[in-house]
């Protein structure tokens, strides 16, 4: 494993790792971008570009906090540490004493004695021509894994990091644990190097040490200036910035002769490399950096423009080169500095040009001008993409313009689904409604305005008993209990809903919506409006019970007319032979009432069993009201009634029987005032609606109808009133006249509150 990884689940899929990735060490793999530590040169661009803090550099605080609590460590300060503390650098020296280290060395002196060992090695004659400087460790990484024909190449001199460590190691004894502190994230591997292991036991980047100060509570800043326990490293003190090296080894770079160069940046050093391996160039010498200088590390955490740094680390050099009369005192220690390297590269197989060109085929490249190279993927070219996924190193459906395409593409189809379940949805004649589990609305759809008359927007995102407050019965509760809850479809017939003054009834049905796993996170209710089919099963069965009773009935009268005939004949005889006699003439009085009231009932079931052929004549409703009323008058005011009126101007003519519907409108009068003993109002009103049709609206606010009675008070016989008071044929009468005229005739009614009957007819020439 390498020094950096990914911690796993953060990685968002945007490869900005892979387009920074100098040497493309990172595998992307289940949508997440993983670092190859084998492949990996630890240059640290990736932790730099990540936003999403996906990429994670391994810390040794632990082993750290370990040797101090020993007491005898030695922390190594890179030069670099100047730029990132400025300007209280000199107080790290301070705060690291504080912290437990039992002496501060700069890196710095390490760095001057490596400049020595280089201009023994540049002067030594017979050398080979283009070396590359050492310093660096992303570069010596790059070269062994990537560029391994170019080892040659490297200077066989240590780094000023292994320099310091073996420096200190002879000074304080080889046990003495060293930490080496700085920006670069190299340099965590370049400590285990078995090649250069041993000098460094523990490496420390800036964000660590401030972790450490920050959990002591020391603050650089509030304390004094510190000297380091080194003797003055002279121009060491510059080797994190470019050209630091030459200039400390008093080499010179001439542009004029390109024979000593200085390289730094991610993007020239593999162009420069590039450019070795092909031999399109031939320097005497290259000081080369990954970094713009160790100063701008991929881990250096100070906020200051690079100038800005540069100017810090000069200033600081030449501050301590007057303190130290401008040169590095105390002996040289004799330390080895020299070192070896070896070929770390990975053999990749490569895909033939039909396999490159089947993976481009999976992404509907077919054509040259299908490969956009446009880089999203973090690859160069769409075929050093293919290349990568052919080794495993890529996923093929990381590019972002077949991403977009077939975003397109699934975003089409799913507005084409959309609009296809919503066509369906609309289609159906029940009304739907979907909830969530907390009951909010979240589809809704009543065309036929078989659920609510709310518009949609008002019924979306609320409660359903909110939104839909007819809906709160037991029964519905029931339902959506049962199929939220257990998973259980449920079901009730024939439900009575109130919709403002209609009443809805209706079939309820509900079943539960399933996620994939199996879980309840919703349900449907589906309400079907039986009203209409009510009405006619209900007129169906009237009809069929009507026939029969008019059968019945003609029998009945046909039967009851004979005797009564002979009845009434024999009571004249019987009343013109007892003469005066004022007993049997109160007595055959009666006998007579009665009988009239029996031929009348008679005359009644034959009307209503067998209704007589009627001429018609074109009437004003208005009129026909109006001398209904009039015959009512007298009986109206008795009952301390009073009368409201609404007659509609400029009404069409009917062609009516006039008896018929003045029969009709007197039946309902005549009921209001019994459902009004005690007196009240009676209201009626004429209009004119589309179809054409006129209707006549009677409302009293008498005792009102029962619920359970209104189904039938249009049956022959059926009566609430008193015996003798009644006959139970009114109404039914009433209801065959105003169907011959193919009207209607509705009635609502709450008790206590009063009853309205509405008689629709049609207008016809």
Not at 77 to 90: D, M, N, T
Not at 326 to 353: F, K
Request: aromatic letters at 6%; proline letters at 5%; charged letters at 25%.
């Amino acid at each position: 494993m390498g020094v950096v990884t990914t911690v796993e689940g953060r990685c968002r899929k945007c490869y900005s790792c892979v387009r920074h990735c100098p040497a493309k060490a990172i595998k992307v793999e289940n949508e997440q971008a993983k670092v190859i530590g084998e492949l990996c040169i630890a240059c640290g661009h990736c932790v730099k570009v990540c936003s999403q803090k996906a990429k994670f550099i391994e810390r040794e605080l632990d082993k750290v906090e370990g040797f101090l609590r020993g007491g005898r460590a030695v922390a190594c300060l890179a030069p670099s540490f100047v730029a990132e503390y400025h300007p209280y650098a000199s107080q790290v020296v301070t705060a690291l004493r504080w912290l437990g280290f039992a002496a501060v060395v700069e890196v710095a002196y390490g760095a001057s004695l490596v400049s020595e060992a280089y201009r023994e090695v540049l002067a030594a004659p017979g050398r080979q021509r283009g070396l590359i400087s050492t310093a660096c460790p992303a570069i010596i990484n790059l070269v062994e894994k990537y560029y391994p024909e170019l080892i040659p190449r490297l200077v066989p001199v240590v780094s000023p990091m292994v320099a310091t460590g073996r420096v200190v190691k002879e000074w304080w004894g080889a046990d003495t644990p060293v930490v080496f502190i700085g920006p670069c994230v190299a340099k965590k591997e370049e400590a285990r190097d078995p090649l250069v292991s041993g000098a460094v036991d523990a490496v420390l980047i800036f964000r660590e040490l401030r972790l450490l100060l920050e959990e002591r509570g020391i603050k650089p800043a509030r304390l004094l200036p510190g000297k380091a326990d080194n003797p003055w490293p002279g121009l060491g003190s510059i080797y994190p910035l470019p050209g630091g090296l030459l200039r400390s080894a008093a080499l010179r770079a001439d542009i004029l002769e390109n024979e000593i160069v200085t390289v730094s940046g991610k993007e020239n050093c593999l162009e420069f490399l590039e450019g070795l391996r092909h031999h399109h160039f031939d320097p005497e010498f290259v000081d080369i950096l990954f970094c713009e200088g160790c100063i701008n590390g991929p881990v250096m955490e100070t906020s200051l423009p690079p100038y800005t740094r540069q100017k810090a680390v000069a200033e600081y050099w030449r501050v301590g080169s007057q303190a130290s009369s401008g040169t590095s005192g105390g002996l040289r220690p004799q330390v080895d500095l020299r070192r070896t390297y070896t070929d770390r590269s990975v053999a990749h197989t490569m895909p033939t040009e039909e396999q490159v060109l089947g993976i481009l085929r999976e992404l509907d490249k077919t054509r040259p001008e299908d490969e956009l190279n446009c880089g999203a993927c973090g690859y160069n070219t769409c075929r050093e993409k293919a290349v990568a996924v052919f080794q495993g190193l890529a996923e093929n459906r990381m590019c972002l313009p077949y991403l977009i395409n077939h975003l397109e593409k699934s975003n089409r189809e799913l507005a084409y689904l959309k609009d296809y379940n919503k066509n369906i949805v609309e289609s159906i004649a029940e009304g739907i409604v979907v909830i969530n589990r907390e009951g909010i609305v979240t589809t809704f759809n009543d065309s036929q305005g078989q659920v609510t008359d709310r518009p949609r927007e008002e019924v979306l995102g609320r409660g359903i008993y909110e939104a839909l407050p007819h809906l709160d019965r037991e029964e519905v509760r029931g339902i959506l209990a049962q199929a939220l809850e257990r998973g259980e479809p449920g079901r009730a017939d024939a439900l009575r809903l109130r919709l403002g003054k209609r009443v809805l009834v209706a079939n309820v049905k509900g079943y539960p919506l399933r996620e994939e796993q199996g879980g309840v996170y919703g349900a449907v209710l589906i309400c079907e409006d039986i009203t209409e089919k009510k009405k006619l099963e209900t007129q169906l069965m009237e009809a069929n019970r009507l026939a029969s009773i008019g059968r019945l009935a003609a029998g009945v009268a046909h039967e009851i007319n004979n005797p009564l005939t002979l009845i009434s004949g024999y009571t004249e005889v019987l009343a013109r032979r007892m003469g005066d006699a004022p007993q049997a003439s109160r007595y055959l009085g009666i006998i007579t009432e009665e009988v009239d009231r029996i031929t009348t009932i008679v005359r009644n079931l034959l009307n209503f069993a067998r209704p007589s052929p009627q001429e018609l004549a074109h009437y004003q409703l208005n009129e026909l009201v109006a001398h209904t009323l009039n015959l009512a008058g007298n009986q109206m005011k008795k009952g301390g009634i009073r009368l409201e009126l609404a007659l509609a101007k400029d009404l069409p003519e009917l062609p009516v029987n006039r008896n018929e519907l003045e029969q009709v409108f007197l039946n309902i009068i005549l009921n209001a005032c019994q459902a009004m003993p005690g007196g009240g109002v009676l209201s009626v009103s004429t209009r004119l609606t589309e179809g054409p049709s006129v209707q006549v609206e009677f409302t009293d606010t008498g005792c009102g109808i029962p619920e359970e009675n209104l189904h039938s008070i249009f049956d022959p016989f059926f009566t609430t009133k008193e015996v003798g008071e009644g006959t139970g044929l009114g109404l039914s009468v009433s209801y065959g006249i105003v169907k011959k005229y193919e009207g209607s005739i509705q009635v609502t009614s709450e008790v206590g509150r009063g009853t309205t009957f509405l008689i629709n007819l049609p207008v016809r020439e």
